[in-house]
């Protein structure tokens, strides 16, 4: 159990345009979900976090207007890259949590390129 | 910013042998978890130590938390090529909020 999938895997998406990356517990209901970007041979880094039904909880240093997070459901969170740059070309990693468990359960990640 | 800080970044051995990785933490944790990361993919959970427990054991992985030192250790022991992977641990400080350290890169050489 507790399996989150995301989609797509990977895209390849033209400077300006804007992309959609999806997170979904898949067998349970996600209260909570994380959002990580990692970078080659770095750690991942918590760009936001986000409870279904309410606004999502930036980082420091996170453009809130740039990461559109929607957190619809107890199972679809969604982070939408606006206007993507070369510099946000990342590894884009979602994570779920039940909510009185301390376990967070993680997506497969999306690799985004931005040519 | 990040909590932990893992050492060493690094790690190459040859199979059969034991592999021990060290994370170090800069504030009081809830718990302290470690993930495997293969490269280009997701994030796999290998054990969660909470700050009152001192040592987990999964299979062959044991894990440590020195709370006094703020730090924890993992080793995996009779390493396989299959084990070649990142490793990182990560602290959850309370409000659900987890920080990762900078991870081990473990290479292990059939």
């Known amino acids: 159990g507790a399996v989150v999938s995301q989609h797509p895997s990977r895209v390849i998406c033209k400077s300006g345009t804007s992309v959609k990356i999806e997170c979904r517990s898949l067998?349970?209901?996600?209260?909570?979900m994380f959002w990580y970007r990692q970078f080659p041979k770095q750690s991942l880094m918590l760009m936001a976090t986000?409870?279904?039904?309410?606004?999502?909880?930036?980082e420091q240093g996170v453009e809130k207007d740039k990461f559109l997070i929607n957190h619809a459901s107890l199972t679809l969170s969604t982070l939408t890259v606006t206007s993507a740059h070369p510099e946000d070309s990342s590894f884009y990693i979602c994570?779920?949590?039940?909510?009185?468990?301390?376990?967070?359960?993680f997506g497969p990640g999306t690799r985004l390129t931005v040519l | 910013s990040q909590q932990g800080e893992e050492d060493p970044q690094a790690l190459s051995i040859q199979e059969g042998e034991n592999a021990t990785m060290n994370c170090s933490y800069k504030?009081?944790?809830?718990?302290l978890q470690w993930y495997r990361q293969n490269s280009g993919r997701g994030l796999v959970h290998l054990i969660l130590?909470?700050?009152?427990?001192r040592e987990k054991h999964s299979g062959r992985l044991r894990v440590t938390l020195d709370t006094s030192k703020k730090s924890s250790s993992l080793l995996i022991t009779a390493s396989r090529a299959a084990d070649t992977a990142s490793y990182f641990c990560?602290?959850?400080?309370?409000?659900?909020?987890?920080?990762f350290g900078a991870g081990t890169r473990l290479f292990v050489k059939a």
């Open positions: 994570s779920a949590s039940f909510e009185v468990t301390d376990t967070q359960y």
């Open positions: 067998d349970f209901q996600a209260t909570t």
């Open positions: 986000s409870n279904e039904g309410s606004k999502a909880t930036y």
């Open positions: 504030t009081s944790i809830n718990n």
């Open positions: 130590i909470r700050s009152n427990e």
């Open positions: 990560a602290t959850d400080t309370g409000g659900f909020k987890t920080i």
